[in-house]
């Protein structure tokens, strides 16, 4: 365990009075991290979308409302402390302009051409090919640490 992200958790739960309480995970947004980061230590990024597929290649459990993360930047430090509002499956070309906007990196376009790439590389290393109706991971989260 990285001592710095391990010590940014226990000042998140020192401030908040909170003990015995565990996050879930720490990453990096995307393929650019540092931006993404600084978007959600912003509050511009309040959501953000995956592919189901990934869960199910990897075997793990989908995210929960109320699981805590930290959200790491390119340099693999800890930028954001965040927590799961909702979550929702649904096929990607069923996902909102609100919802894409909420992402905070672009207009609806931008949005959906950005994942169909991203998608679509990863899926080319499973042997799988991107479909528009593939089903997608959204998840809505807010930043809680640093206010």
Known sequence: MNKKIQQFWQDFCTANN???????????????????????????????????????????????????SIVLDGREEPAAVIQIQSVEVVPMNEVTEEFALAEGEGDYRYWWDAHEEFFSGLLKEHGLEFSSDMLVVCERFKKVYPK
């Open 18 to 68: 909170m003990k015995k309480i565990e996050y879930k995970d720490a990453f990096q947004f995307g393929v650019s991290a540092d931006w993404l980061a600084e978007l959600v230590v912003e509050g511009k990024k309040t959501a953000t979308t995956s592919g189901f597929v990934f869960y199910e290649i990897e075997k793990e459990d989908l995210p929960k409302a109320g699981e805590y």
